[in-house]
């Protein structure tokens, strides 16, 4: 412990017989871009969800700044800065992508029950300060002039920046990538990674990615961890990992 | 008058009937329309509402004056009489509190009764929600110090010293439609407000609240405690402006009645919730008063009404799915700014 800004401790989930994770450990260094990859049920979206919260693991430990994570609810890890994103978008239908962002700033004054009915007097200048710093993000994510529309008027790129972009708001230090460049074309992809890069860069967050087209991942990753049937099953750098045999013949098969 | 009709007397009970069913709209609305939340037992909390006020006010009348009746009995409604006028204050005051202490009780059944369902899936809520509902009616049949099947009668009016009848209706009336826009006001002011968007989202994609941070199970179940003591609330209106309470006023007709209010008017928006509480409570009255005037039609105007009330579902559903009314963007601050802001770029 220390070492790591997220540490994974020999974690294992199993659902009945299934070992959908079987005692994988790992870190991630703070402002580092860590990709993971496996083939398809490998665990790593199991992964994420135990890191996430959504999962109690059946053993194990999961570390984030030094203090154990494991087993709190989502609501609390996200308060404690690691936010996710989903191998298919969820974002809110029926809110402004602008209302998208913004409700991912914690504990707003007019959150709370009794604020709303006292009314705007209390809240209303924290929603135009929160307006402002919506947008400011929306911009930097080149998704500003779509601030009013609804997320289902977006393209499917566009809406996997804005959940991601929902992610900054929030004081993010942790942003879990769950797919970003699925179903996204290559050169938009290459645009969003760079993206991640400046995001680390000038923010200081620190990224960890699932990605299945490893030709973009690799370009950008400081270090890859692969999954294979729940277990590690290789790591390093990504020209060493795309050179290993192990992981050709997990990927390729016998 | 043709047939000697009382125009103003049926206005006045439309209004008091609007009014209830407004204020239980509104209820249903804050739940499902804003929080997603299906609740199938609505009448159960309005139940609540009603047996507490029309037992609590009929045992303090009787207590205070040393009667030492069953509260259902025919000595306690003929001695009830008497004393009712006697004294306002007693009567305003204990109307008060009882309004008070309906939306409380309600609302935390409300809460306890739904906090365990909420931690397994939206559908258990419904489920059980309604069955819960005719589990309560069913008690209340069998409750014998509450009257059992025939219930409680000769609820202490509130307003019970004013001599003229339609006076007094009328007044009372008024207190209901009070009423309604003051929850009205509060829920507005809950749904256009950040807590609102809360609301929404968790609605949308509850998954992906939690996932943001929002405590989900809290926010659903603070919306159940308003929602069921908004619904008490209308209970006690209804025990003062009926005058009596039995377990059959309380089916789960009652429930659908409003939930077809609520669909006809829009979900998601309250002014939608007092549009379809107006036109299908004149639709009700509408078929009381054919009852009356002709009591020997081949089939009861009820039904007819309950048929049209389908009718008008389906057609909404078909050509305006989102009801008279759509749902509205939330009105916070946001927009104001973004259109100053869209005007600063051109």
């Known amino acids: ?254 | 008058m043709v047939l000697g009709f009382d125009v103003l007397g049926f206005l006045i009970s439309w209004i008091s009937i609007f009014g209830i069913y407004a204020i239980l709209a509104i209820s249903l609305n804050i739940e499902v329309g804003y929080t997603g939340m299906a609740n199938f037992g609505k009448v159960a909390f309005y139940a609540l509402g009603a047996y507490l006020t029309a037992s609590l006010t009929i045992w303090t009348f009787l207590l205070l004056h040393n009667l030492p009746y069953p509260l259902y009995s025919v000595e306690a409604i003929v001695a009830l009489s008497e004393l009712v006028p006697q004294n306002p204050l007693l009567n305003i005051g204990l109307f008060i509190s009882m309004v008070v202490l309906s939306f409380i009780f309600a609302g935390v059944v409300g809460y306890l009764i739904t906090y365990p369902t909420l931690r397994v899936g939206p559908a258990f809520l419904g489920i059980t929600v309604l069955s819960f509902g005719e589990l309560i009616r069913v008690f209340l049949r069998h409750l014998k110090p509450l009257g059992a099947t025939k219930g409680l009668a000769g609820v202490p009016h509130p307003l019970a010293w004013i001599k003229d009848p339609m006076l007094r209706d009328g007044i009372f009336a008024i207190i209901i439609l009070i009423f309604t826009f003051v929850i009205f006001l509060v829920s507005e002011r809950i749904g256009n407000s950040p807590y609102g968007r809360v609301l929404r989202a968790i609605r949308d994609d509850e998954i992906a609240a939690l996932c943001l941070g929002k405590h989900v199970p809290r926010v659903k179940a603070t919306m159940l405690f308003i929602g069921s003591g908004f619904a008490g609330v209308a209970g006690a209106l209804w025990t003062y402006y009926a005058g009596s309470v039995n377990p059959d006023m309380f089916v789960p007709v009652v429930t659908f009645s409003i939930w077809a209010m609520v669909i006809f008017g829009g979900l998601g928006n309250n002014i939608g919730a007092l549009i379809g509480a107006a036109v299908l409570t004149f639709l009700d009255r509408v078929s009381f008063i054919i009852n009356i005037l002709f009591p020997n039609l081949p089939i009861t105007p009820d039904y007819i009404r309950w048929m049209f009330t389908g009718l008008l579902i389906i057609l909404m559903l078909m050509f305006r799915p989102r009801g008279i009314i759509p749902e509205k963007p939330i009105r916070t601050p946001i927009w104001t700014y973004l259109d100053k802001e869209g005007e600063d770029h051109g």
């Open chain 1, 1 to 254: 412990m220390g070492k790591y800004f997220l540490e994974v401790i020999d974690v294992a989930k199993y659902f009945g017989g299934v070992k959908a994770l079987d005692g994988v450990s790992l870190g991630i260094e703070k402002g580092s871009v860590v990709g993971l990859i496996g083939p398809n049920g490998s665990g790593k979206t199991t992964l994420f969800n135990v890191i996430t919260g959504f999962y109690e693991p059946t053993r194990g430990e999961v570390w984030f700044e030094n203090e154990r994570i494991d087993g709190l609810n989502p609501n609390e890890i996200y308060k404690r800065g690691i936010v996710r994103t989903f191998q298919i978008p969820r974002t809110f239908s029926s809110l402004s992508v602008l209302e998208n962002v913004i409700i991912a700033f914690p504990n707003q004054i007019g959150e709370s029950i009794f604020n709303a009915i006292m009314g705007p007097r209390k809240w209303g200048r924290d929603e135009v300060e929160l307006a402002k710093k919506g947008l400011q993000i929306l911009k930097v994510f080149r998704i500003a002039p779509y601030a009013k529309l609804k997320p289902t008027q977006l393209s499917a790129a566009h809406i996997k920046l804005l959940e991601t972009a929902r992610g900054l708001m929030g004081n993010a230090k942790l942003i879990l990538l769950d797919e970003p460049a699925a179903g996204v074309s290559y050169d938009v992809a290459h645009e969003m990674f760079k993206f991640i890069l400046n995001l680390r860069k000038e923010l200081g967050l620190t990224f960890f990615i699932i990605e299945h087209r490893l030709e973009i991942l690799m370009e950008f990753v400081d270090y890859v961890y692969v999954l294979h049937n729940g277990k590690l099953l290789a790591e390093g750098k990504p020209d060493e990992v795309i050179n290993n045999p192990k992981v050709i013949e997990a990927y390729i098969g016998e």
